[in-house]
């Protein structure tokens, strides 16, 4: 089945550092999704970026889909931004995602 | 709009007991979804469902089953629980829409979580 890795796996950024996370497949996908869970275990949904660039605020993320890696961008970070992040995919002909095994990020005041 | 909510949210079970957690949305989705959360691990689908009367296995499959009798519930149930099965239980749900170059879109919404215990 398809492998989901993220990096790095943990990060520890100061108040308003940018920072960028990614998210490596190994097969072509139909639906890809970045999700915070937050410091209570809430699942938040970010973007749906199967391929393109979108951007939120001070968050962004990039698909390249035919080179097998997304990328978040988060920009000017706070502390509210701490929490962990998820990558999932899914690939064509299937509704099932495999979730990555997230980034835990940490931003310090 | 509740989006998508879960029963109970908090749970202690012993060993070989047996209970079902609920999810409810009322999106109006096609899909539903429950997945499994072990401590500084993503999260791993235990069952799925395409639409009201259909189900499917995912990753980890064993000991629970599910059930879809009404579009916008999806039971998962636990027949003899086990400490193995200690956990974050996540819902999801999504809707697809089939997309003029033949794509399609598919996204997943979550609700808040059910921790279980089996001592």
């Known amino acids: 089945g398809i492998q989901v890795e993220q990096s790095p796996p943990d990060l520890i950024l100061q108040e308003g550092a940018n920072s960028t996370l990614r998210c490596n497949f190994s097969?072509?996908?139909?639906?890809l999704q970045w999700f915070h869970q937050n410091p209570w275990g809430q699942l938040i949904n970010l973007f749906y970026?199967?391929?393109g660039t979108k951007q939120n605020g001070r968050l962004s993320a990039t698909t390249v889909a035919t080179e097998r890696y997304s990328l978040l961008y988060i920009s000017s970070s706070q502390t509210t931004d701490s929490g962990v992040y998820f990558c999932?995919?899914?690939?064509?002909?299937?509704?099932?995602?495999?979730f990555g095994t997230g980034t835990r990020l940490k931003v310090l005041a | 709009n509740a989006g998508v909510t879960q029963t109970p949210k908090f749970r202690v079970l012993k060993t070989g007991q047996s209970m079902t957690l609920l999810c409810a949305q009322d999106?109006?989705?096609?899909?539903m979804y429950w997945y499994r959360q072990d401590p500084g691990m993503g999260l791993r689908l235990i069952h799925y469902?395409?639409?009201?009367?259909?189900?499917a296995k995912g990753e980890v499959p064993d000991g629970y089953n599910v059930s879809r009798l009404k579009k916008q519930n999806f039971l998962l149930g636990l027949e003899s629980a086990a400490p193995s099965q200690t956990s974050v239980y996540f819902c999801?749900?999504?809707?697809?829409?089939?997309?003029?170059?033949?794509?399609?879109?598919?996204?997943?919404?979550f609700g808040p979580g059910t921790r279980l215990t089996v001592l």
């Open positions: 999932a995919v899914s690939t064509s002909g299937t509704y099932k995602y495999i």
């Open positions: 469902s395409v639409g009201e009367g259909t189900t």
């Open positions: 970026i199967p391929s």
């Open positions: 097969d072509s996908v139909n639906n």
């Open positions: 999801a749900s999504s809707y697809t829409l089939e997309l003029a170059d033949y794509t399609s879109y598919n996204e997943q919404f």
């Open positions: 999106m109006n989705h096609e899909y």
